[in-house]
């Protein structure tokens, strides 16, 4: 560029070309060539710029992705940094200014103590570098927002869990029906009405990759347990209705770290099926993104429609949990029956009307009738023996029926087979009834619960246990308040004031129901001194004084050999 300007054919459209090329506005260009001809010796750009080092991003993270109050510190830093002797002393002076130095660092003197960091607050002298010269607070922000990625900064600012949202993942290529399944809980942002209790619904279902298609679902009022897994797995491998037509044996299923799935109820029931388990690492909700979709699809789709929808705030509470209030909800709360059948027609609209956007047009049912894998079936009779949890025992039938975890279940079928070794299966949390087999598996019918609790007798006990539950949590808070520390605000550095003071007379009953109450206070372990050890025994002098002079049939005992 230069040789076209000296020819005089240099031309904006030149200036523009390489303007480009470097990334670079033209006026930074023109003010290179003005340079250039000025002082020739610059003619050659500068490559040496500031960069972050590995250093500077440790200091970025302690500062929380704060740029400019790790700037201010480098700054600090420098100003802190000890500066070199101009010219040495003279030769003569140097005894004398040696005593001076003694004297004015004697014993009386005080040692000044080097400063821990550079600024309140800041990291230790140690962790800072010292820079020679420091980049302006322009030059600083530059580097920073140039040599850190989107990710990395969102990391220092909010830690490494929200540095995934700039993280790209691959998708999963898509295989055939049944040969990869996606399992998980959801919660729904609202609250139905279960028998009187305002609780929240959780959604348990399978969901088959290829596809896109729900094989299975169940809704569990309150929180989930294994056998919500169960309920949903046998719901989805049936392919009759009202489940059908999608189902069969998988060849794999996925899902997170949550302990129902690890149970092992659930893990021997999906080895028995021939069904390959993969237990994904945690916090790795892109290597099912299938069953995130859906979480998320039911969430926008369905249960922000519903009556009693309390929107989940995205920013962490500033209350603990015990102590925030639920939102009040945006109409009557649903009960958990209705929201179960609104939950069965969206899934029924999924399967059949959506759209996925993988599916390239088509129906999760037109993507499962229109693929030529053949589905791995079994009997539905037979379904329920590997979807139910054994506790490989054998019992035996008496004439009280069969007992079972301390209580007693009867069955009209029992009747003249009192002897009979059975087996019993059942499912997790339903202590109704059971299952009973015989040895070799077979079923031979469903026991119920003998004497089981009236409604009105569950109703009692439930508000009797609400009731001892209320009372508890006012003990506890009452008795807070008497762990409750307050303190008076200082302006200054002094010693912290206590406030909380009380009378003498009221510090001497809190003490006396104390030592009421405590046994060990009131226990006289002096009262009858030990009898005096053997004579070959090596009792300490300070122990002999405490034990009970010798007794004449003490020192026949001795003697007798």
Known sequence: MLALRAERRLTRAHVHITAQCLNVSDRTVWRWLAEATTTPATAARRTDRFEITSELRVLLAYWHGNASAVHRELLARARQ?????????????TD???????DASGPGAPSPRPPRSALPGGAPLAAVPLLDPVPSPAAFLRAVRRDLTAGEGTGCRHGHQSARAHNVFATCPRMWRNEVWEADHVQAPLRVDADGTLVHPFVTWFIDCATKAITGLAVTPGTPTRASVLAALRSAIVPTAPYGPYGGLPAHVR???????????VTAALTTLDSDITVLPPYSPHLKG????LNHCATTMLFTALPGY??????PPKQPPRKRPDPPPAGPPMTSQAFTTEL?????????EHHPESLHGATPLQAWQTDPTPPREIPAADL????LEDDARTRTLTSHGLRFRNRSYLADWMTGQVGRTVTVRFMPHHTHEIEVCDPHGHHLGTAHLADQATDEQLTALRHARNTRARRLRADAKAAERFRHERFAPATTPTPALRLNTITATEATRELSRYEEADLTALALPDLIPPAPPSADWATPDSLKTRTRPPTPEHHDKEATP
């Open 81 to 93: 940094a000890p500066t070199p002797a101009i010219s040495p002393s003279p030769p003569a002076d």
């Open 96 to 102: 004398t200014d040696a005593d001076a130095s003694a």
């Open 255 to 265: 899902f997170d770290r949550g302990r129902d799935f690890l149970s092992r109820t």
């Open 290 to 293: 299938s069953i995130e979709n």
């Open 310 to 315: 309390t929107p989940t705030p995205r920013k």
């Open 344 to 352: 069965l027609s969206w899934t029924a609209w999924w399967n059949t």
């Open 384 to 387: 329920w023996s590997f979807t």
